[in-house]
């Protein structure tokens, strides 16, 4: 028996969710309200002692980091292997999943907290809002949360965080330019880890970036397309929850499409 714990909205929890969707398997959902810094309890840091989701329980085996419980699920469980067989695309894995690891995922919290949630969180209770900021380990991190919290798209951060994105979506293009999936002609884990990401653009109203490349609109609506979609991304986020980051985004995308004209 598999445990998550995670986060409906969250991209990790969904390209981990996207992997038990894929492979046909189960879990107990154990759902972790990050607004309201429950990831910070005490019982949950016993878990997971940098407090973020998503975790995965296994009998006695606690697995953290996204990548790494795709990797275990591909290991323990049968069903539909996610992983190339050939060592060139499972390079090709590889390299994407390191991508995102590395350098997409760190800088999509300052595009998400700078356009979706943040009248939401501003909102709160001065308390509740700086409680949450303080609670963040990383001390990069919490100084762009309050950064982007504090001047959203102005924020010094927001510029790289959205060149990011557009050199991502630019050389995924250019992979999925003849059709096919991002680590060569079989779904793998690379599709299931760019997809949270996609998708965001899409939550936060940044539909624009994927319209103006079309084999990534057309991958996209491919993986849309698929079952494990509906499991692992629309049960879990409701549309009205979506609609709403989504039109705070749309406010702030004039300012950003004056940003990407100037670059
Ligand atoms: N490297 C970690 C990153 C996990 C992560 O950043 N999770 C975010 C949600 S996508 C989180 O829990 N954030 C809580 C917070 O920032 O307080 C992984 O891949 O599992």
């Known amino acids: 028996m598999f445990t998550l714990y995670h986060n409906a909205a969250s991209s990790c929890s969904q390209k981990v969710r996207w992997t038990f969707a894929e492979k046909n398997l189960e ?27 998503p975790s995965l329980v296994h009998g006695d085996q ?53 356009l979706g949630p943040r009248k939401l969180i501003n909102a709160q209770p001065p308390e509740v809002r700086e409680a949450n900021i303080a609670n963040i380990q990383d001390p990069v991190a919490r100084e ?8 959203g798209v102005h924020a010094p951060q927001f510029k790289r965080a959205l060149a990011v994105f557009i050199d991502l979506l630019d050389d995924m293009e250019a992979t999925l330019q003849h059709g ?4 060569g002609d079989s779904i793998s884990l690379a599709d299931g880890t760019a997809l949270p990401y996609a998708l965001r653009t899409h939550n936060l109203g940044l539909d624009a970036l994927v319209a103006a490349r079309p084999a990534v609109a057309d991958w996209l609506a491919r993986m849309q397309a698929r079952a494990s979609y509906d499991t692992a991304v629309t049960q879990w986020l409701p549309a009205e929850i979506v609609e709403l980051l989504r039109a705070n985004g749309l406010e702030e995308w004039p300012t950003i499409e004056a940003m990407l004209a100037e670059a």
């Open 27 to 53: 879990f107990e959902s154990k759902e972790i309200d990050l607004l309201a810094g429950e990831q910070h309890a005490d019982w949950y840091a016993a878990i997971n002692p940098k407090c973020v989701v």
């Open 144 to 151: 762009q949360r309050r950064s982007v919290l504090d001047h």
């Open 62 to 114: 606690i697995v953290l980091e996204s990548s790494l419980i795709n990797l275990y699920l591909e290991d323990v469980a049968p069903g539909p292997a996610l992983v190339p067989a050939a060592p060139a695309e499972r390079y090709a894995m590889r390299k994407w999943v390191h991508r995102f690891d590395q350098e997409v995922h760190p800088v999509t919290p300052v595009l998400t907290f700078a």
């Open 180 to 183: 096919g999936w991002l680590a």
